[in-house]
């Protein structure tokens, strides 16, 4: 089964970084657009950054020109750098991502369990 797996979350301090990675695994034939997302203690789960297999990125203006998404494709791995941190980027960040497995036809949606990111002041 396809599966997606973050990491790289921990505890840092205020205007410190760190590097989020999801890896996918499986039999996939091709991994559409991936996105990540976090979700704060009594928050919706929003939209941090997507990119898409072209390399278009988009992200959500609270983090832009903070956090960088890129990805590699040939390791079937999304990164999101993630500089300048604020106490309000605290959250459990989410990798999803639309995948086309081998053995289905068609395109899915994913989801990661998740990585813890705290940033102390």
């Known amino acids: 089964q396809v599966q997606l797996v973050e990491s790289g979350g921990g505890l840092v301090q205020a205007g410190g970084s760190l590097r989020l990675s999801c890896a996918a695994s499986?039999?996939?034939?091709?991994?559409?657009?991936m996105g990540w997302y976090r979700q704060a203690p009594g928050k919706q789960r929003e939209l941090v950054a997507s990119?898409?297999?072209?390399?278009?990125?988009a992200y959500a203006d609270t983090v832009k020109g903070r956090f960088t998404m890129s990805r590699d494709n040939v390791k079937n791995t999304v990164y999101l750098q993630m500089n300048s941190l604020k106490p309000d980027d605290t959250a459990v960040y989410f990798c999803?991502?639309?995948?086309?497995?081998?053995?289905?036809?068609?395109?899915?949606?994913?989801w990661g369990l998740g990585t813890r990111v705290t940033v102390s002041s």
């Open positions: 990119i898409t297999t072209g390399g278009n990125i």
């Open positions: 999803n991502a639309d995948i086309r497995p081998v053995v289905l036809s068609g395109s899915f949606n994913y």
């Open positions: 499986g039999r996939i034939f091709r991994i559409d657009t």
